[in-house]
């Protein structure tokens, strides 16, 4: 009996701290059929919204995967990379029936020009960086 009573007691503490909340929950059960009704739509909405907006963000990763890979395949006959096969190194050559005569002058008239790019940029660095006096090194030491 006392342990009822300390129940009780608690309780009625409890009311007294927090009367909203405990109105609250009287007025659910007493309406509880109506307001249980409304609450499991708003919570299949609330999922039925969820998921809905994963579809959606799970069509655009496919979509902009798919535009992705038809990008990289296009680029790659440029790059030497063979779609399924992976980087193939020279078998876009071989597939080309191409000696290797051929393809080691080929290689080499590629390597001149990127040569000749080179230099004739660099002498063109070289040369604005002497007409530009705004650069100069100064020296100086150091005070501690």
């Given at each position: 009996?006392?342990y009822l009573?300390?129940?009780?007691?608690?309780?009625?503490?409890?009311?007294?701290?927090?009367?909203?909340?405990?109105?609250?929950?009287?007025?659910?059960?007493?309406?509880?059929?109506?307001?249980?009704?409304?609450?499991?739509?708003?919570?299949?909405?609330?999922?039925?919204?969820?998921?809905?907006?994963?579809?959606?963000f799970v069509?655009?990763?496919?979509?902009?995967?798919?535009?992705?890979?038809?990008?990289?395949?296009?680029?790659?006959?440029?790059?030497?990379?063979?779609?399924?096969?992976?980087?193939?190194?020279?078998?876009?050559?071989?597939?080309?029936?191409?000696?290797?005569?051929?393809?080691?002058?080929?290689?080499?008239?590629?390597?001149?020009?990127?040569?000749?790019?080179?230099?004739?940029?660099?002498?063109?660095?070289?040369?604005?960086?002497?007409?530009?006096?705004?650069?100069?090194?100064?020296?100086?030491?150091?005070?501690?």
């Amino acid at each position: 009996m006392a342990y009822l009573k300390i129940i009780f007691y608690g309780l009625l503490s409890a009311i007294e701290r927090n009367p909203i909340f405990f109105m609250v929950i009287l007025l659910l059960a007493v309406f509880a059929p109506f307001v249980i009704k409304w609450a499991l739509w708003v919570i299949l909405g609330l999922i039925a919204f969820a998921l809905l907006g994963m579809l959606f963000f799970v069509l655009r990763f496919r979509k902009a995967q798919r535009d992705l890979n038809n990008q990289f395949r296009q680029a790659g006959g440029a790059s030497g990379f063979n779609a399924g096969t992976g980087f193939g190194g020279f078998s876009h050559f071989a597939s080309s029936n191409m000696s290797l005569e051929e393809l080691v002058r080929q290689m080499q008239a590629q390597a001149d020009a990127a040569q000749r790019k080179n230099t004739t940029t660099t002498a063109a660095k070289e040369k604005k960086i002497q007409n530009d006096k705004s650069g100069d090194y100064v020296d100086f030491e150091e005070v501690r």
